[in-house]
């Protein structure tokens, strides 16, 4: 016999979830503090008294004393299991009633699609199954959408796992990036709410750069103390007197070996000592501009990570692109992953990419050899009769916001 129970504990709920090969931070009990502005619930559902499903919801709150109720990256369940899949959609209906809500929206963590870039990609046909048995029981399934804007959450994701990673398995360009990185004096640091300033620096760089808008500090400080042992931010810095004495350095060198050279000289020798002067004496220029400017030791990259259970993911990541050249972003993601791995994560989830599989974020994220994760998307319960004009209220103003 099936029953359900509004109000599990913290405890109850965050062990189930992190039991579960559904693990995710958005079910984590701590995420509802993040979304604040919405209200939340813990449902239990129960067999015989045995916990078998868990939903944490958000409620957000609409006009007329309306609200809509969405279960991220959830409910966390056995979905092949009918029986059950039957009791939890009707259970979740009778209890949208009572919030007055018009439907529920849910985006199970279930994968049509989950292959590493080199390997072929197949289809879960039983994931596939599994939404047709919920659409049968009366909700909407919004399909596999093309684009990234259509969902609440990304369709796609890069997430490396733990036996994928290492610096060998890397391609050659990114190894040479790293290595570039770690050679021109990149160092890289971990830590919490003491980099904090720095890393919200990074972020508003970033929003000029892209001509978005994020979020601001108090965001960030949140969501490091909401999970106080369960978060980092990494952050690499460049000490630029030192980088610039280091130059000077192998400027000096260079124009030395210049004084030596003899009607004898090879060309190629000749060229390369020219570009080197080049390239020595553009660094120096600019990084003496900065240094000019009052600027010592600068923030170049920055990612912010929560974990849960044994999986971490990348929230919010940051660069200043006047530092490009130093590749810094690279360095700052796979120590990031690195980090995770050290501290026990099984994967480290680098979040969405372009459903096209072509863009910025895929081909960045792709050099760290990544498996890339097709979720099955979105489903909507329908729980008013005004579902179908509160849907596509919804649609129009997610489709404006999109172009903000």
């Known amino acids: ?30 995420w509802a503090k993040i979304k604040d502005s919405w209200g939340n619930d813990r449902l239990g ?8 499903a868990v939903a944490s919801v958000l409620i957000q709150p609409l006009p007329l004393g309306f609200s809509m109720i969405y279960i991220p990256r959830g409910p966390i369940m056995d979905y092949q299991d009918k029986e059950l899949l039957a009791f939890v959609i009707t259970s ?41 048995d919920i659409q049968a029981l009366g909700v909407e399934w919004t399909g596999l959408t093309e684009d990234m804007a259509e969902n609440i959450q990304p369709r796609f994701q890069a997430n490396i796992y733990k036996e994928d990673f290492t610096e060998e398995k890397l391609s050659k360009s990114t190894k040479q990036a790293i290595r570039t ?20 620096d990074l972020m508003k760089k970033t929003e000029a750069r892209k001509n978005i808008h994020l ?35 192998q400027l000096e060198k260079n124009i030395a070996d210049a004084a030596k050279f003899t009607e004898k000289t090879k060309p190629g020798k000749i060229e390369n000592n020219k570009q080197e002067y080049k390239r020595l004496s553009e660094e120096i220029a600019f990084l003496q501009e900065k240094v000019d400017a009052g600027n010592k030791i600068v923030p170049l990259s920055g990612t912010l990570v929560l974990e849960f259970g044994n999986t ?11 530092y490009r050249r130093y590749q810094p972003a690279i360095l700052t993601w796979f120590e990031t992953a690195n980090h995770a791995f050290e501290r026990g994560a099984k994967w480290q989830n680098m979040g969405g990419i372009e459903n096209s599989l072509d863009g910025g974020l895929y081909n960045f994220k792709s050099k760290f050899n990544p498996r890339i994760e097709q979720f099955i998307g979105e489903f909507n319960l329908p729980v008013s009769p005004f579902y179908g ?3 596509f209220a919804y649609k129009v103003r997610k489709k404006l916001r999109s172009k903000h």
Do not use: C
């Open 312 to 322: 971490a993911e990348n929230i919010y990541a940051g660069m200043d692109e006047d």
């Open 181 to 200: 990185a770690r050679n021109k004096g990149i160092s890289v640091q971990f830590g919490g709410t003491e980099l904090l300033d720095q890393f919200a």
């Open 215 to 249: 979020r601001g500090i108090d965001y960030y400080e949140k969501l490091l103390t909401t999970y106080p042992e369960s978060s980092y931010i990494t952050l690499s810095t460049l000490d630029l007197p030192a980088r610039l004495k280091d130059l000077n350095k």
């Open 92 to 132: 979740l209906k009778k209890y949208a009633k009572t919030k007055r809500a018009l439907f529920v929206k849910f985006d199970p963590s279930l994968f049509v699609t989950k292959n590493l870039i080199s390997q072929e990609v197949n289809i879960n046909e039983d994931t596939l199954s599994i939404a047709k």
């Open 389 to 391: 004009l509160a849907n």
């Open 1 to 30: 016999m099936f029953t359900y129970k509004i109000g599990i504990s913290t405890s109850e709920h965050d062990r189930f979830v992190i039991d579960s090969p559904q693990t995710n931070l958005l079910q984590s009990s701590s």
């Open 45 to 52: 559902f129960y067999q015989d008294d045995k916990l078998v």
